[in-house]
């Protein structure tokens, strides 16, 4: 057993401080939290301690294509099949992929990462590219992949048998687009996920959201609701209708601020989905615009929320705090092992320095954490027990 003392932990999914407490960790949990100190204890000297990041919505596959799309669409840039995005993945090697993926987990370990939900490109190669690159990091991959087939280059046996390949080896499906492959298809896809995650991109671009209305006589919400996804992506353009409706069926979102922005896309109220009740985590979404840095995409979200609404109380900096953490967790079906520290689960926590600038004369922890502190601030980093980072210094280069 592992001890770390002098630990001043933001405890529970609340993240409620609790002071000068020793983190007790055996076979990769968490099995006490208390006030006794030990003669073999890693001393923190009074670091807060939070849990580990949770990463709710990412690409990793473009993560050799970083800053190829600037200044694009996100029509041009990423939708399938003619964005420049799908372009590169489609001349790259196997071998290439692999290594710019292995690249890109690495950089969300040094950034604090202990779960990642990929939205995979590319059938069961592209769910095989990564699972290979993740072999002997730390960090927990949720691989939610899509169908390489679409409706006019398969049979409907076809389809079904590439679906039931892919749900063999991945843990659900993350579909790009509402529009991605016909209403009849996307509910084969919810009905053969069972119990396995099945979310979808939606209201990201205004454009999809007029043409959702214009067809079908509804919003992307409404359409998503009906096919009972576990959670949407994005959101970034809703009305109080969808809100509520998303509140009525308890669907988590998960929003992703920094690469909205970067995109011309808008931005979600998330100020207005924390009054409404719905639960929402954070994600860096695609590689290829946006590091993953859920310290920077806290910030950002903090800080333009308050801005746009001219409102500098809108909400709460814990809630930005909780969202790359609990809320994350929660929206991917994770948080009873990960998102909080808590007794039985897993070892998953940042030891942020209490010593570093950005918390010197700090009289609010938590703004703190969400507006100024980054990576470079971490002094330990363990997952699931596994010390990722020691006294500042990276261990998996």
Same mark, same amino acid.
């Given at each position: 057993?592992?001890?770390?003392?002098?630990?001043?932990?933001?405890?529970?999914?609340?993240?409620?401080?609790?002071?000068?407490?020793?983190?007790?960790?055996?076979?990769?949990?968490?099995?006490?939290?208390?006030?006794?100190?030990?003669?073999?204890?890693?001393?923190?000297?009074?670091?807060?301690?939070?849990?580990?990041?949770?990463?709710?919505?990412?690409?990793?596959?473009?993560?050799?294509?970083?800053?190829?799309?600037?200044?694009?669409?996100?029509?041009?840039?990423?939708?399938?099949?003619?964005?420049?995005?799908?372009?590169?993945?489609?001349?790259?090697?196997?071998?290439?992929?692999?290594?710019?993926?292995?690249?890109?987990?690495?950089?969300?370990?040094?950034?604090?990462?202990?779960?990642?939900?990929?939205?995979?490109?590319?059938?069961?190669?592209?769910?095989?590219?990564?699972?290979?690159?993740?072999?002997?990091?730390?960090?927990?991959?949720?691989?939610?992949?899509?169908?390489?087939?679409?409706?006019?280059?398969?049979?409907?046996?076809?389809?079904?048998?590439?679906?039931?390949?892919?749900?063999?080896?991945?843990?659900?499906?993350?579909?790009?687009?509402?529009?991605?492959?016909?209403?009849?298809?996307?509910?084969?896809?919810?009905?053969?996920?069972?119990?396995?995650?099945?979310?979808?991109?939606?209201?990201?671009?205004?454009?999809?959201?007029?043409?959702?209305?214009?067809?079908?006589?509804?919003?992307?919400?409404?359409?998503?609701?009906?096919?009972?996804?576990?959670?949407?992506?994005?959101?970034?353009?809703?009305?109080?209708?969808?809100?509520?409706?998303?509140?009525?069926?308890?669907?988590?979102?998960?929003?992703?601020?920094?690469?909205?922005?970067?995109?011309? !896309?808008? &931005?979600? *109220?998330? =100020?207005?989905?924390? $009054?409404?009740?719905?639960?929402? @985590?954070?994600?860096? +979404?695609? %590689?290829?615009?946006?590091?993953? !840095?859920? &310290?920077? *995409?806290? =910030?950002?979200?903090? $800080?333009?929320?308050?801005?746009? @609404?001219?409102?500098? +109380?809108? %909400?709460?900096?814990?809630?930005?705090?909780?969202?790359?953490?609990?809320?994350?967790?929660?929206?991917?079906?994770?948080?009873?092992?990960?998102?909080?520290?808590?007794?039985?689960?897993?070892?998953?926590?940042?030891?942020?320095?209490?010593?570093?600038?950005?918390?010197?004369?700090?009289?609010?922890?938590?703004?703190?954490?969400?507006?100024?502190?980054?990576?470079?601030?971490?002094?330990?980093?363990?997952?699931?027990?596994?010390?990722?980072?020691?006294?500042?210094?990276?261990?998996?280069?």
């Amino acid at each position: 057993m592992k001890s770390y003392k002098n630990a001043n932990v933001f405890y529970g999914k609340n993240l409620e401080l609790v002071k000068g407490k020793t983190i007790l960790v055996d076979q990769g949990r968490i099995q006490g939290i208390t006030d006794e100190q030990f003669e073999n204890s890693i001393d923190l000297h009074g670091d807060y301690v939070i849990p580990a990041f949770v990463n709710a919505h990412c690409h990793l596959g473009d993560t050799g294509a970083k800053e190829l799309g600037v200044g694009l669409t996100l029509e041009e840039a990423v939708v399938y099949p003619n964005g420049l995005k799908h372009k590169y993945l489609a001349k790259i090697t196997s071998e290439e992929l692999t290594e710019a993926v292995r690249d890109g987990l690495k950089e969300m370990l040094k950034n604090g990462i202990i779960l990642a939900a990929d939205y995979r490109e590319g059938g069961l190669a592209g769910i095989q590219a990564v699972r290979q690159a993740q072999k002997g990091l730390p960090i927990h991959v949720m691989e939610l992949g899509r169908p390489a087939l679409t409706n006019a280059d398969s049979t409907e046996e076809e389809f079904e048998k590439e679906i039931r390949s892919i749900l063999e080896v991945s843990d659900g499906f993350g579909m790009g687009q509402i529009y991605a492959v016909s209403k009849e298809r996307m509910k084969k896809i919810r009905s053969l996920c069972g119990d396995k995650i099945f979310s979808i991109h939606i209201a990201e671009g205004r454009s999809d959201c007029e043409k959702s209305k214009r067809e079908y006589n509804q919003s992307e919400v409404e359409r998503a609701a009906e096919l009972e996804t576990d959670f949407m992506v994005h959101l970034t353009h809703t009305d109080d209708h969808d809100k509520e409706l998303l509140v009525k069926k308890k669907i988590p979102i998960v929003c992703c601020p920094r690469t909205n922005l970067i995109l011309g !896309d808008g &931005f979600p *109220e998330l =100020d207005i989905f924390t $009054r409404f009740g719905i639960t929402w @985590g954070l994600g860096s +979404d695609n %590689m290829m615009f946006t590091s993953p !840095d859920l &310290f920077r *995409e806290m =910030d950002t979200a903090s $800080r333009v929320i308050r801005g746009l @609404g001219e409102k500098p +109380d809108c %909400m709460d900096f814990r809630e930005c705090l909780k969202a790359a953490t609990w809320s994350g967790a929660k929206s991917l079906k994770q948080d009873s092992e990960l998102g909080s520290i808590e007794e039985g689960k897993l070892a998953s926590f940042l030891a942020i320095r209490s010593g570093s600038w950005n918390l010197k004369h700090s009289h609010n922890v938590i703004s703190s954490i969400v507006h100024r502190v980054g990576p470079e601030d971490i002094d330990y980093f363990l997952a699931d027990g596994t010390e990722v980072i020691r006294k500042g210094e990276f261990l998996f280069e």
